[in-house]
């Protein structure tokens, strides 16, 4: 089974800045595309990014483009998602999901890390 453990998470003021990090098990990181998703309380999950197993090809969604970044290092088995000039709106429940090569859905989750913006 693969585990993966988010971090990086914490209290913030608007405009701030955090880096998320999601560590993962096993040898198919390096092959499998990597997702950020949120989630704040009385609210639907959202999807935040994906980056491809190279790191070469990213999205965002509408909400976080300009401001946040995801990157990868597959000699660590790590994601990361820079977040800039962060929005209370930006409160959430931040988790990292992982899907195979030819899945089309997200094969492991994460517990998550949590992103507090005050205002």
């Known amino acids: 089974q693969v585990q993966l453990v988010e971090s990086g998470g914490g209290l913030v003021q608007a405009g701030g800045s955090l880096r998320l990090s999601c560590a993962a098990s096993?040898?198919?990181?390096?092959?499998?595309?990597m997702g950020w998703f949120r989630q704040a309380p009385g609210k639907d999950r959202q999807f935040v990014a994906t980056?491809?197993?190279?790191?070469?090809?990213?999205q965002y969604a509408d909400s976080v483009k300009g401001r946040f970044t995801t990157s990868r290092d597959n000699a660590k088995n790590t994601v990361y998602l820079q977040m800039n000039n962060l929005k209370p709106e930006d409160t959430a429940l931040y988790s990292c999901?992982?899907?195979?090569?030819?899945?089309?859905?997200?094969?492991?989750w994460g517990q998550g890390t949590q992103v507090t913006v005050s205002s």
């Open positions: 096993g040898r198919t990181f390096s092959s499998s595309t």
């Open positions: 999901a992982l899907k195979l090569r030819g899945r089309a859905s997200y094969d492991y």
């Open positions: 980056i491809s197993w190279n790191g070469i090809s990213t």
